[in-house]
């Protein structure tokens, strides 16, 4: 079983005992970490949310803090001696995932011509 989860902007595609880095969440260390915008989840046949899945979660443990790798900015300019170097690491988390939830009840299909209308009262 796998599924489809947006945080920090990202999406992820997880399995249960799968290791992910993540943008910081405000959790701690060992803490249980639910992630709700789950967008699809697949085990045989596919669950497609319309943008997510009602009731759907993730539920994942934090094993620690830590920084992505360096990404360097450099600002240049020809002709007028103008030059900046920036440097930034992300502050990352990362989890394990403990358990895929499935998620709520179907919504119920429209009724058609062929079926009758409830009567109000």
Do not use: C, W
């Amino acid at each position: 079983m796998y599924a489809v989860v947006e945080t920090g902007g990202k999406q992820y595609k997880v399995q249960v005992g799968q290791t992910v880095e993540v943008e910081l969440l405000p959790a701690e260390v060992g803490q249980k970490v639910e992630l709700d915008r789950v967008l699809m989840i697949g085990d045989g046949t596919t669950v497609v949310g319309n943008p997510l899945i009602p009731g759907a979660k993730v539920v994942a443990t934090v094993l620690d803090e830590t920084r992505g790798r360096k990404i360097l900015v450099f600002k240049y300019k020809p002709k007028v001696r103008y030059r900046r170097l920036l440097g930034h690491r992300q502050d990352l988390l990362r989890l394990r995932i403990d358990e895929i939830v499935p998620g709520g009840e179907k919504p119920s299909p429209a009724p058609t011509e062929d079926q009758p209308q409830p009567a109000a009262n």
